[in-house]
């Protein structure tokens, strides 16, 4: 069965840095891409960013690019997301998720981990 | 960016109704297309990929269609455990972008 477990999110102030991490099982880490969704409070899903099997490529929404950075650990089966300068507007339930080949276009996100929240307020 | 557009936002159903959410890509997306489910407080569950395959496990009351930019996701017959926002997600091209979201009340 696959697992994905996301940690790292919690309170953080305006211009602060965090690093969430989100731990994969059940499935061959190396061959599939992974991606980050987030759901603000009451809102809908966003795309956040992407990374090829390799983690050779990545891809990120504009509202988070040149601020949040992505990688992958595939001796340890994690995937991390790495967010600096954050901003009100990336408070949200950060999840990661499976895509269903080794690079992250074209394709869907299945399953979804159980989320992380990540609060940025001073 | 791809901008998706469903309608309606919301809609009030019965059980045993049969319900049509619409999803609209602002430029062809071919068929890279997919529709998730969410609960409240829960995960969001994939139902529907490509525009029109039915994920494993998910109940064939549940169909997708369309391609271009046009897409339906239709539910035949309307169960308890379907009451839940429905949203759809291009996969056409990054940034990958997702609709607004169709909660389904009663």
């Known amino acids: 069965e696959v697992q994905l477990l996301e940690s790292g999110g919690g309170l953080v102030q305006p211009g602060g840095s965090l690093r969430l991490s989100c731990a994969a099982s059940?499935?061959?880490?190396?061959?599939?891409?992974m991606s980050w969704v987030r759901q603000a409070p009451g809102k809908g899903l966003e795309w956040v960013s992407a990374?090829?099997?390799?983690?050779?490529?990545?891809y990120f929404a504009d509202s988070v690019k040149g601020r949040f950075t992505m990688s992958r650990d595939n001796s340890k089966n994690t995937v991390y997301l790495q967010m600096s300068s954050l901003r009100a507007e990336d408070t949200a339930v950060y999840y990661c998720a499976k895509n269903p080949e080794v690079m992250p276009t074209y394709n869907w996100f299945d399953p979804w981990g159980q989320g992380t929240l990540v609060t940025v307020s001073s | 960016d791809i901008q998706m557009t469903q309608s309606p936002s919301s809609l009030s159903a019965s059980v045993g109704d049969r319900v049509t959410i619409t999803c609209r890509a602002s430029?062809?997306?071919?068929?890279?297309l997919n529709w998730y489910q969410q609960k409240p407080g829960k995960v969001p569950k994939l139902l529907i990929y490509?525009?029109?395959s039915l994920q494993s496990g998910v109940p064939s009351r549940f169909s997708g269609s369309g391609s271009g930019t046009d897409f339906t996701l239709t539910i035949s017959s309307l169960q308890p455990e379907d009451f839940a926002t429905y949203s759809c997600q291009q996969s056409y091209t990054t940034p990958l972008t997702f609709g607004g979201g169709t909660k389904v009340e009663i």
């Open positions: 490509a525009a029109s």
């Open positions: 059940g499935f061959t880490f190396s061959s599939y891409a």
């Open positions: 990374i090829s099997g390799s983690g050779g490529t990545t």
């Open positions: 430029q062809s997306i071919s068929s890279y």
